[in-house]
C-alpha cells in the first residue's frame, strides 16, 4: 500500500502538491500497463448509451461567457451568446421559468456536484467541445456553467477551496486572469467534429427531459420559484388548468398567483401575464407544490396518463382544502390531508394491477389477518385517502385522465359544499355524511369496502353534463362577457330564435354537445353575432350566454347588474333551463304555472326590494334558489330535476279531474332529489 497518502496529511502544501502528482504519475503508469484511461480522462454516455472519451482539466472561463469559455446564454442578461451555434442549445435559458433555475443554482453553488467525477453529461462538471476557433462550446451544462459564472465572490471562493483539496494537481494556487474565474470541464477528445458535438448536446438534452416527465418539468419551475405552498392564497378551481383557461383561473384566483409574482422582477411578471400558456404553466407548478416532499423530490411517474391524472386532479385537491380552512366545507372533507396515503394506494394498486373488485378482497383479506410488525398494508391508509386512490385509478385508465378525474372531484364538492358548517341546509339543518361514502359514491364502478352506503343516484342527477363545465367561482364572469357580447351584438337582444331543445347551462366543455342537441339555434345565434367558423368554445359560450340574457326584459337585466356575483352567477347558469321551460310550457307540454322563467322579473324585485303581494309561492322558492349558497352547478341540477318533475305532472288540460301539483312544491322536492340541503 501506498505511504504517500498518508504522508501528505503533515506536509506543507508545496510537498502536498508534489505528492498528488506524484501519485498521479503513479496511477497513470498503472492504468496504461492495464490498457485503461490515464487518470484525469474519464467517459460520458448520452441518452442512447453511446461512449465519449473526456478530459477533465481546468479552464480560466471569461465571466461574459463569450471567449475562452462559451455559453449559450449571457450570464448578465440571458440573451443568446453571438457565434454560440444554436444546434448545441435548444431551449430557451432566458425564459423566466429557466433563469430563475439558473439563478438558484448561483445562490446556492454546489461545489461538491461541480467537482465530482460523473458518466451523465447531464450531472457534474460541464461538458464542452473544442470549436475550430479554439473555444470551448458548452454541450451539455450550460445551465450549470452560466449558474457559476453568476455565482456571488464566497461560493467561487468556497468551490476554490474545495477543488484545490480534490484536485491539487489540478488547479492553480493562483487567482485567475482579471474577469475570469477558474472552471474544472470535461472536453471531449479525438477526432470530434461539429455535427457529432451537436449530437452529444442534443442527447444529454434528451436525457433530461427523459429524466423529467411533465411533473418533473412543473416541479423544476415551482422549485426555482422557491414558493411555500402552503402560504399561497386560498383558490376555488376544479378544472385541469389549460391555455384556455389560463386567463379565466388568473382573474378568478389572483390571490392565488399574485403573491408569486410580485416576487419577481417586472419584465419576469410581465412574462406571465401577457401569455396564457406560461401563465398555465406557472398556475400548474404551484399546484404540484402541494405534492408530498417525497414525490417532490423524485418527480417521476412511469406512465404518462397516470401523471395526467395527478395534475388534473390537484386543482381540485386543493379547493378543499381551501373550502375546509374557510370553513365553506366540513373540515372531513378536505382531501389535501389524505393526498400522501391516496398515492401510496394509488401506486399500490398499479403494481399489483388491482381491479376494483380484487383491490375489495385485498382489502378484506388484510382485515382478517394479523398485522406484521414493519410490513404496511393498503389497508392502514383512511377510507376517503382510499376512495381518492380510486379516483385517481380510475381516471388513469380513462381516454383523457385530467377531464375524468376533474369530473369525479368537481362531483364531490358540490356534493360537500352542501354541508357548510356555518349553516344549515335551505330547507333544514344539513348533517355531515361519511366523506369517503361521498367519494366512492361518484367514482364509477368503485364501491367502498366495508360500508353498503353509497351516495344516492339522485344526487349526481346530470351530474356529467353540469359539473364538467364551470366550477361555482368561475360562472361570475359569464354576465359580464354576456354583456359585452350584446354591445358587440345589439340584435342578440330580442332576437327571434328557433327553439333551444337543451336544458343545462352552457359550458366551454358542453357547448359541441348542445350544438349537436340544439344545431338550429347554436347555428342561428352564432351567424347573428358573426362568429367565424375558427371561433374558440368560450366564444360560443358568450354569445350564446348572451342570447339568453338578451331573453330578459330591460328591469331584470338591471336587477341582476346590481346583484351579487353570486346571484349573477346562478341566475346566468339557469338561464337556459328556464328558457328550455319556458318552451315546454309554450308548447303545452308543462303548465304554464310551473314556468320558472315568467317568474325570474318577480324573483329579482323580491331580492332587491322584499316580497310583494303579487308574489306567489313558486317565486319566493326560485328567488331562495337564486340566493342560497350552494354551488352553481347544484342549483342548475336543482332547476333541470324541477323541470323534469313538472313535465311528468303534465299540462293542467290533461287533468280534469285531478288537482295541478302545487309547483313550489315540485321545486323544493327537486331541491330534496338532488340533495342540495
Given at each position: 500500500?501506498?505511504?504517500?497518502?498518508?504522508?501528505?496529511?503533515?506536509?506543507?502544501?508545496?510537498?502536498?502538491?508534489?505528492?498528488?502528482?506524484?501519485?498521479?504519475?503513479?496511477?497513470s503508469?498503472?492504468?496504461?500497463?492495464?490498457?485503461?484511461?490515464?487518470?484525469?480522462?474519464?467517459?460520458?454516455?448520452?441518452?442512447?448509451g453511446?461512449?465519449?472519451?473526456?478530459?477533465?482539466?481546468?479552464?480560466a472561463?471569461?465571466?461574459?461567457g463569450?471567449?475562452?469559455l462559451?455559453?449559450?446564454?449571457?450570464?448578465?442578461?440571458?440573451?443568446?451568446?453571438?457565434?454560440?451555434?444554436?444546434?448545441?442549445?435548444?431551449?430557451?435559458l432566458?425564459?423566466?421559468?429557466?433563469?430563475?433555475?439558473?439563478?438558484?443554482?448561483?445562490?446556492?453553488?454546489?461545489?461538491?456536484?461541480?467537482?465530482?467525477?460523473?458518466?451523465?453529461?447531464?450531472?457534474?462538471?460541464?461538458?464542452?467541445?473544442?470549436?475550430?476557433?479554439?473555444?470551448?462550446?458548452?454541450l451539455?451544462?450550460?445551465?450549470?456553467?452560466?449558474?457559476?459564472?453568476?455565482?456571488?465572490?464566497?461560493?467561487?471562493?468556497?468551490?476554490?477551496r474545495?477543488?484545490?483539496?480534490?484536485?491539487?494537481?489540478?488547479?492553480?494556487?493562483?487567482?485567475?486572469?482579471?474577469?475570469?474565474?477558474w472552471?474544472?470541464?470535461?472536453?471531449?477528445?479525438?477526432?470530434?467534429?461539429?455535427?457529432q458535438?451537436?449530437?452529444?448536446?442534443?442527447?444529454?438534452?434528451?436525457?433530461?427531459?427523459?429524466?423529467?416527465?411533465?411533473?418533473?418539468?412543473?416541479?423544476?419551475?415551482?422549485?426555482?420559484?422557491q414558493?411555500?405552498?402552503?402560504?399561497?392564497?386560498?383558490?376555488?378551481?376544479?378544472?385541469?388548468?389549460?391555455?384556455?383557461?389560463?386567463?379565466?383561473?388568473?382573474?378568478?384566483n389572483?390571490?392565488?398567483?399574485?403573491?408569486?409574482?410580485?416576487?419577481?422582477?417586472?419584465?419576469?411578471?410581465?412574462?406571465?401575464l401577457?401569455?396564457?400558456?406560461?401563465?398555465?404553466q406557472?398556475?400548474?407548478?404551484?399546484?404540484?407544490?402541494?405534492?408530498?416532499?417525497?414525490?417532490?423530490?423524485?418527480?417521476?411517474?412511469?406512465n404518462p396518463?397516470?401523471?395526467d391524472?395527478?395534475?388534473?386532479?390537484?386543482?381540485?385537491?386543493?379547493?378543499?382544502?381551501?373550502?375546509?380552512?374557510?370553513?365553506?366545507?366540513?373540515?372531513?372533507?378536505?382531501?389535501?390531508?389524505?393526498?400522501?396515503?391516496?398515492?401510496?394506494?394509488?401506486?399500490?394498486i398499479?403494481r399489483?394491477?388491482?381491479?376494483?373488485?380484487?383491490?375489495?378482497q385485498?382489502?378484506?383479506?388484510?382485515r382478517?389477518?394479523?398485522?406484521?410488525?414493519?410490513?404496511p398494508?393498503?389497508?392502514?391508509?383512511?377510507?376517503?385517502?382510499?376512495?381518492?386512490?380510486?379516483?385517481?385509478?380510475n381516471?388513469?385508465?380513462?381516454?383523457?385522465?385530467?377531464?375524468?378525474?376533474?369530473?369525479?372531484?368537481?362531483?364531490?364538492?358540490?356534493?360537500?359544499?352542501?354541508?357548510?358548517?356555518?349553516?344549515?341546509?335551505?330547507?333544514?339543518?344539513?348533517?355531515?355524511?361519511?366523506?369517503?361514502?361521498?367519494?366512492?359514491?361518484?367514482?364509477?364502478?368503485?364501491?367502498?369496502?366495508?360500508?353498503?352506503?353509497?351516495?344516492?343516484p339522485?344526487?349526481?342527477?346530470?351530474?356529467?353534463?353540469?359539473?364538467?363545465?364551470?366550477?361555482?367561482?368561475?360562472?361570475?364572469?359569464?354576465?359580464?362577457?354576456?354583456?359585452?357580447?350584446?354591445?358587440?351584438?345589439?340584435?342578440?337582444?330580442?332576437?327571434?330564435?328557433?327553439?333551444?331543445?337543451?336544458?343545462?347551462?352552457?359550458?366551454?366543455?358542453?357547448?359541441?354537445?348542445?350544438?349537436r342537441?340544439?344545431?338550429?339555434?347554436?347555428?342561428?345565434?352564432?351567424?347573428l353575432?358573426?362568429?367565424p367558423?375558427?371561433?374558440?368554445?368560450?366564444?360560443?359560450?358568450?354569445?350564446?350566454?348572451?342570447?339568453?340574457?338578451?331573453?330578459?326584459?330591460?328591469?331584470?337585466?338591471?336587477?341582476?347588474?346590481?346583484?351579487?356575483?353570486?346571484?349573477?352567477?346562478?341566475?346566468?347558469?339557469?338561464?337556459?333551463?328556464?328558457?328550455?321551460?319556458h318552451?315546454?310550457?309554450?308548447?303545452?307540454?308543462?303548465?304554464?304555472?310551473?314556468?320558472?322563467?315568467?317568474?325570474?322579473?318577480?324573483?329579482?324585485?323580491?331580492?332587491?326590494?322584499?316580497?310583494?303581494?303579487?308574489?306567489?309561492a313558486?317565486?319566493?322558492?326560485l328567488?331562495?334558489?337564486?340566493?342560497?349558497?350552494?354551488?352553481?352547478?347544484?342549483?342548475?341540477?336543482?332547476?333541470?330535476?324541477?323541470?323534469?318533475?313538472?313535465?311528468e305532472?303534465?299540462?293542467?288540460?290533461?287533468?280534469?279531474?285531478?288537482?295541478?301539483?302545487?309547483?313550489?312544491?315540485?321545486?323544493?322536492?327537486?331541491?330534496?332529489?338532488?340533495?342540495a340541503?
Open positions: 500500500m501506498s505511504l504517500l497518502p498518508s504522508l501528505s496529511v503533515h506536509a506543507s502544501p508545496a510537498l502536498r502538491a508534489w505528492i498528488a502528482r506524484r501519485a498521479s504519475a503513479v496511477e503508469a498503472a492504468a496504461e500497463a492495464v490498457g485503461c484511461l490515464a487518470f484525469g480522462e474519464d467517459v460520458i454516455y448520452d441518452s442512447e453511446r461512449r465519449y472519451p473526456a478530459r477533465y482539466h481546468v479552464v472561463a471569461n465571466l461574459d463569450r471567449s475562452t462559451a455559453v449559450s446564454h449571457s450570464p448578465r442578461d440571458f440573451s443568446w451568446t453571438p457565434g454560440y451555434p444554436p444546434e448545441f442549445q435548444t431551449r430557451d432566458g425564459s423566466p421559468e429557466e433563469s430563475a433555475k439558473i439563478a438558484t443554482i448561483a445562490r446556492g453553488l454546489d461545489a461538491t456536484r461541480l467537482l465530482g467525477r460523473n458518466l451523465d453529461a447531464t450531472l457534474g462538471a460541464p461538458v464542452v467541445w473544442r470549436g475550430a476557433d479554439d473555444r470551448l462550446y458548452v451539455g451544462g450550460n445551465g450549470r456553467a452560466i449558474g457559476f459564472l453568476r455565482a456571488p465572490e464566497d461560493r467561487y471562493q468556497h468551490y476554490l474545495e477543488a484545490r483539496c480534490r484536485w491539487p494537481d489540478r488547479f492553480p494556487g493562483h487567482a485567475a486572469p482579471a474577469g475570469h474565474r472552471l474544472m470541464v470535461r472536453e471531449l477528445v479525438g477526432d470530434v467534429s461539429e455535427q458535438a451537436a449530437q452529444v448536446a442534443a442527447a444529454s438534452q434528451r436525457s433530461t427531459a427523459a429524466e423529467e416527465g411533465r411533473i418533473g418539468r412543473a416541479l423544476g419551475l415551482f422549485r426555482s420559484l414558493v411555500d405552498a402552503s402560504r399561497l392564497g386560498s383558490v376555488r378551481w376544479a378544472r385541469p388548468i389549460a391555455i384556455d383557461n389560463a386567463e379565466e383561473f388568473y382573474t378568478s389572483r390571490g392565488f398567483v399574485d403573491g408569486v409574482l410580485a416576487g419577481m422582477d417586472p419584465a419576469q411578471r410581465s412574462h406571465y401577457n401569455d396564457n400558456e406560461k401563465m398555465a406557472l398556475v400548474s407548478a404551484l399546484f404540484l407544490g402541494f405534492l408530498p416532499a417525497s414525490l417532490r423530490r423524485s418527480g417521476m411517474f412511469d396518463r397516470v401523471e391524472a395527478l395534475v388534473g386532479a390537484l386543482p381540485a385537491i386543493v379547493t378543499s382544502a381551501s373550502l375546509a380552512v374557510d370553513k365553506e366545507i366540513h373540515a372531513g372533507f378536505d382531501l389535501l390531508t389524505v393526498l400522501p396515503e391516496a398515492i401510496d394506494v394509488f401506486q399500490a398499479r399489483m394491477r388491482l381491479s376494483f373488485d380484487k383491490l375489495a385485498v382489502l378484506d383479506a388484510e382478517r389477518t394479523a398485522r406484521i410488525p414493519g410490513v398494508r393498503v389497508s392502514d391508509a383512511p377510507n376517503l385517502a382510499l376512495a381518492l386512490a380510486a379516483a385517481l385509478y381516471a388513469s385508465r380513462r381516454a383523457a385522465p385530467e377531464v375524468a378525474v376533474s369530473d369525479i372531484l368537481a362531483a364531490y364538492i358540490a356534493e360537500a359544499s352542501r354541508y357548510n358548517p356555518r349553516q344549515g341546509g335551505m330547507f333544514g339543518a344539513a348533517t355531515f355524511p361519511d366523506p369517503a361514502v361521498v367519494l366512492a359514491g361518484v367514482v364509477p364502478g368503485f364501491k367502498l369496502p366495508g360500508s353498503e352506503a353509497e351516495a344516492e339522485a344526487r349526481l342527477f346530470n351530474s356529467a353534463l353540469v359539473n364538467r363545465g364551470r366550477t361555482a367561482a368561475s360562472w361570475a364572469p359569464a354576465l359580464r362577457r354576456a354583456e359585452a357580447a350584446l354591445a358587440r351584438v345589439p340584435a342578440l337582444a330580442g332576437a327571434t330564435l328557433p327553439a333551444l331543445a337543451w336544458g343545462a347551462p352552457f359550458t366551454v366543455v358542453n357547448v359541441a354537445e348542445a350544438a342537441s340544439a344545431p338550429s339555434f347554436v347555428t342561428a345565434v352564432v351567424r353575432a358573426g362568429l367558423d375558427t371561433a374558440s368554445a368560450e366564444e360560443v359560450v358568450g354569445v350564446l350566454d348572451a342570447a339568453m340574457l338578451g331573453k330578459l326584459t330591460p328591469i331584470s337585466r338591471a336587477l341582476l347588474r346590481e346583484r351579487d356575483r353570486g346571484v349573477q352567477a346562478a341566475i346566468m347558469a339557469l338561464l337556459p333551463v328556464a328558457w328550455h321551460a318552451q315546454e310550457a309554450a308548447s303545452g307540454r308543462l303548465d304554464f304555472s310551473a314556468d320558472p322563467w315568467a317568474r325570474i322579473d318577480a324573483a329579482l324585485r323580491l331580492i332587491a326590494h322584499g316580497a310583494s303581494e303579487g308574489d306567489d313558486l317565486t319566493a322558492v328567488a331562495r334558489v337564486f340566493v342560497t349558497s350552494v354551488p352553481v352547478p347544484v342549483k342548475a341540477a336543482v332547476l333541470a330535476r324541477y323541470v323534469a318533475l313538472a313535465a305532472s303534465g299540462p293542467r288540460q290533461g287533468r280534469m279531474f285531478s288537482p295541478a301539483p302545487d309547483p313550489s312544491s315540485l321545486l323544493k322536492r327537486a331541491w330534496r332529489d338532488v340533495g340541503g
